[in-house]
């Protein structure tokens, strides 16, 4: 099962944390697992490369954390993100798990 957990302040979202592995397919045809880590990418470009939002990236096999300084567009951005994984959630309830830890 892939576990995400977003990180959210008063201000709104400030980072994310996946880990794990859907295990819905065998490696290579996993679709689950393929969406889920295009939307990390994607969110994680998009936050320090297109809206110059400081980041702290780390990842590994079947992991990626992210923090983001305080701004409005990390907030927005990482919504989305939390967005789209919820619906993805609701498709595949048993391989992903998303929740909110507050900080």
Do not use: P, W
């Amino acid at each position: 099962m892939i576990n995400v957990t977003f990180y959210k302040h008063t201000d709104g979202f400030s980072g994310f944390e996946f880990s794990g592995h859907s295990d819905y397919a065998e490696s290579g045809f996993d679709i689950v697992c393929a969406a889920v880590s295009s939307a990390a990418y994607l969110t994680a470009n998009l936050l320090s490369e297109s809206f110059g939002v400081s980041a702290n990236v780390t990842v590994s096999d079947g992991y990626m954390k992210l923090t983001a300084e305080k701004s409005d567009n990390a907030d927005r951005i990482i919504n989305g993100l939390y967005q789209h994984l919820l619906q993805l959630e609701d498709q595949y309830t048993k391989d992903i798990n998303v929740k909110i830890t507050e900080v």
